[in-house]
């Protein structure tokens, strides 16, 4: 039997998107929407497992759908919705909050790193993160996954999951298991402040990421501030081994010249870092700047981007509901 491809994504919509969401997901949601049948959600619901101002909620949802249309999604090849909208996320993470295992989500190091020393006072939402987003994927029965690196742990808890609960209620191949689609050369960026650590929206300093919305002057002393490397430029990766910010930096410039590191250390070893941060921010303000703009523009006609929810919103019911019936018949609920 073929089985249909399916991509689902998520993204929280906890304010400005950044490089790291650009090149770990947002760019290959594009270019799976060639492909594929696609669903792209803004996951509000995950958003609130930590607490969120409703007003800058509700603009960051819709600023995420900005987003998504400004890298280039198109809302009438991909279905674009937020989860809270599409009440069977919540019915299916209950449904697989009871098949998941303690013992599972006591692993999971997102929580570890999101929850931090004092474990008791962490939402029980963000515990349970993980079933909710092995619900979102599996309400759909996506068959592939585009995120980066950091979510792989998650990625396999909802293979698990699917599993289990193929086996539990004997219907082998039920839950299709969900393949994980990682970018290969830059699955991780990093902070550019610290490059062992990923570049995140919870980071304190703004330094440490270049964010869509950043004008080319923000991104021009961003890249001149990031953590590089006093010695010059190496002629091989191995060398590169100790030296994350440098290697970062290295990696962004090859991901988005698409010229492979061998050939951008080939052409620049033996030069300062100076040297790539020039080119870099010229890269990246080409890359960066006409999104941002784009954002801005889309977020003036808010009512344009609530109907793209909306019908989203629509679509994704029919898929959901659909499988619901499927799923409660299963476990047997009337
Ligand atoms: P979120 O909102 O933290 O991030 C959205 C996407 O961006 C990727 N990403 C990065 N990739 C490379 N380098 C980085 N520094 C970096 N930071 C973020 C993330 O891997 C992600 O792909 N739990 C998810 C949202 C989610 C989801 C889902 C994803 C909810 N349900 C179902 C896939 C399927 C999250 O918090 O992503």
Not at 47 to 69: D, G, M, W, Y
Not at 93 to 113: E, H, P, Y
Not at 207 to 235: F, G, H, T, V
Not at 285 to 301: H, R
Request: proline share 4%; aromatic share 6%.
């Amino acid at each position: 039997m073929i089985k249909k491809k399916l991509v689902f994504s998520g993204v929280q919509p906890t304010g400005n998107l950044h490089l790291g969401n650009y090149l770990g997901a947002l760019k290959n949601f594009v270019s799976l929407q060639k492909e594929m049948n696609c669903i792209y959600c803004v996951v509000d619901l995950h958003a609130i497992t930590t607490f969120q101002n409703p007003v800058e909620l509700r603009k960051n949802v819709l600023e995420t759908v900005a987003s998504f249309i400004a890298t280039g999604l198109n809302p009438s090849k991909s279905i674009i919705f937020n989860q809270s909208s599409v009440s069977g996320h919540t019915e299916l993470a209950w449904i697989l909050n009871c098949v998941s295992r303690i013992g599972w989500l006591n692993r999971m190091t997102q929580f570890k790193d999101k929850a931090g020393s004092d474990r008791e006072k962490a939402s029980v939402g963000l515990y349970i993160y993980p079933n909710l987003m092995a619900a979102d994927i599996l309400l759909y029965k996506a068959t592939h996954v585009p995120v980066g690196a950091d979510q792989k742990q998650h990625l396999e808890l909802s293979r698990d999951i699917a599993q289990k609960f193929n086996n539990d209620f004997n219907c082998k191949d039920f839950f299709p298991l969900p393949e994980p689609l990682i970018p290969k050369n830059i699955s991780r960026v990093m902070s550019l402040r610290d490059g062992t650590k990923k570049m995140s929206k919870s980071e304190e300093s703004d330094y440490s990421r270049i964010n869509l919305k950043d004008s080319a002057d923000e991104i021009k002393k961003k890249i001149k501030k990031a953590k590089s490397d006093s010695d010059q430029i190496p002629d091989n990766h191995k060398e590169l081994v100790q030296k994350p910010e440098a290697s970062n930096l290295l990696n962004i410039y090859s991901e988005v010249s698409k010229i492979s590191l061998e050939k951008v250390l080939n052409e620049m070893c033996g030069k300062e870092y100076s040297f790539l941060k020039t080119k870099l921010a010229e890269l990246l303000i080409d890359e960066i700047t006409p999104v941002g703009k784009e954002i801005k523009k889309l977020m003036e006609d808010k009512s344009h981007l609530e109907q793209i929810l909306k019908k989203g919103t629509e679509k994704a019911n029919i898929i959901a509901e659909e499988n619901l019936k499927n799923i409660r018949e299963k476990v047997g609920l009337i």
